[in-house]
């Protein structure tokens, strides 16, 4: 498999951007893994920068428990929160792109336009007049190069969650979640990737698909001018 990209320069500027997005439910290592999947990037000669996408939802849902309203979703109610999340995050991937475009360097992103579509059939269902605005919307950002999909179950996501207290999320909303992100029809274009593994399996399994291994170089040992052949060392 050829690498994903060849090489980037500080002088790239004014070409297409090229992304690398990241994606799942909550709780599935996103940011960590974009975070480490940029350096890795880097650190092999693909200069790569981290870029968030989020729609807001974490910080308002703080937001709605500090003043007794619950979350996001009840602080602006059931159809006017996935509106706003919606524009949040078309303007966060916009100013990314803007960013990216300049820079010339390969975008990591956390989160993309298909985390938009996937929290508004979470919330709303499938076939909502929301989503198809949020396309046609969104229809104006590049397809990523490629798009890993961070696939966790349900408990270990939660268990994720709890463990760093800054948010709350039901085991029945992650189930519905993962089942939204499944049923996007861009689905098969995704590369897949075992997030119930270690952050270092899981960095590992998404580097081997940026990064293929390259075959080992053949190594000529040439004799040692001490031992020489006889023949050899008379000539």
Same mark, same amino acid.
């Given at each position: 498999?050829?690498?994903?990209?060849?090489? =980037?320069?500080?002088?790239?500027?004014?070409?297409?951007?090229?992304?690398?997005?990241? &994606?799942?439910?909550?709780?599935?290592?996103?940011? =960590?893994?974009?975070?480490?999947?940029?350096?890795?990037?880097?650190?092999?000669?693909?200069?790569?920068?981290?870029?968030?996408?989020?729609?807001?939802?974490?910080?308002?849902?703080?937001?709605?428990?500090? &003043?007794?309203?619950?979350?996001?979703?009840?602080?602006?109610?059931?159809?006017?929160?996935?509106?706003?999340?919606?524009?949040?995050?078309?303007?966060?991937?916009?100013?990314?792109?803007?960013?990216?475009?300049?820079?010339?360097? &390969?975008?990591?992103?956390?989160?993309?336009?298909?985390?938009?579509?996937?929290?508004?059939? =979470?919330?709303?269902?499938?076939?909502?007049?929301?989503?198809?605005?949020?396309?046609?919307?969104?229809?104006?950002?590049?397809?990523?190069?490629?798009?890993?999909?961070?696939?966790?179950?349900?408990?270990?996501?939660?268990?994720?969650?709890?463990?760093?207290?800054?948010?709350?999320?039901?085991?029945?909303?992650?189930?519905?979640?993962?089942?939204?992100?499944?049923?996007?029809?861009?689905?098969?274009?995704?590369?897949? &990737?075992?997030?119930?593994?270690?952050?270092?399996?899981?960095?590992?399994?998404?580097?081997?698909?940026?990064?293929?291994?390259?075959?080992?170089?053949?190594?000529?040992?040439?004799?040692?001018?001490?031992?020489?052949?006889?023949?050899?060392?008379?000539?």
């Amino acid at each position: 498999m050829a690498p994903i990209f060849e090489s =980037t320069r500080d002088d790239d500027s004014g070409h297409p951007p090229r992304i690398v997005a990241l &994606i799942g439910v909550d709780g599935s290592g996103k940011t =960590t893994q974009a975070h480490r999947l940029a350096d890795a990037l880097t650190e092999a000669g693909l200069l790569a920068d981290y870029q968030q996408n989020a729609g807001g939802r974490a910080w308002f849902g703080r937001v709605a428990q500090r &003043i007794g309203a619950g979350d996001a979703q009840h602080l602006f109610g059931r159809r006017g929160w996935p509106v706003v999340e919606s524009v949040l995050r078309w303007l966060a991937i916009a100013r990314t792109l803007a960013r990216t475009r300049r820079s010339g360097r &390969i975008a990591v992103m956390d989160r993309y336009s298909y985390c938009q579509y996937a929290s508004i059939r =979470t919330q709303l269902g499938r076939g909502r007049v929301a989503e198809r605005l949020a396309r046609f919307a969104y229809r104006l950002f590049p397809a990523p190069d490629v798009t890993f999909l961070l696939v966790v179950s349900p408990g270990a996501a939660y268990r994720r969650i709890e463990a760093r207290g800054t948010d709350h999320e039901t085991i029945e909303y992650l189930t519905r979640a993962s089942a939204s992100y499944a049923s996007l029809p861009e689905h098969d274009s995704f590369v897949l &990737i075992d997030g119930d593994g270690t952050e270092d399996e899981v960095a590992a399994e998404i580097l081997a698909h940026m990064l293929p291994a390259r075959p080992e170089p053949t190594v000529v040992r040439l004799p040692d001018p001490q031992h020489r052949p006889a023949e050899v060392a008379a000539a």
